[in-house]
């Protein structure tokens, strides 16, 4: 089985800047791609980025792009999601999800870390 563990999230200001984390343990898997996910209040889950462990391309949903940039450390099985610029629409809780396996893929979902935006 695979663990995640988010951290980073907090309570900035508009135009701040925030890095999340997220590292995955376990033993014996095969890492195929790591991504966070969002849920504001009242809202549903909704797709922020994600990368693949190959070769390290990033998927961004359109609200995001060009204000958060996705990486990855693939020895310390981590991500770091950099969010630039950040917005009251940006207030949410953060979830990492990791898929392992293949050619049938698994999901691991951390617990979430929140982001609070203020105007």
């Known amino acids: 089985q695979v663990q995640l563990v988010e951290s980073g999230g907090g309570l900035v200001q508009t135009g701040d800047s925030l890095r999340l984390s997220c590292v995955a343990s376990g033993r014996g898997f095969s890492m195929y791609d790591m991504g966070w996910f969002r849920q504001a209040p009242g809202k549903e889950r909704e797709f922020v980025a994600t990368i693949s462990w190959n070769d390290g391309s990033t998927v961004y949903a359109d609200s995001v792009k060009g204000r958060f940039t996705l990486s990855r450390d693939t020895a310390r099985n981590t991500v770091y999601l950099q969010m630039n610029s950040l917005q009251p629409e940006d207030t949410a809780v953060y979830s990492c999800?990791?898929?392992?396996?293949?050619?049938?893929?698994?999901?691991?979902w951390g617990q979430g870390t929140r982001v609070t935006v203020s105007s």
């Open positions: 999800r990791a898929r392992v396996g293949g050619p049938v893929l698994y999901e691991t």
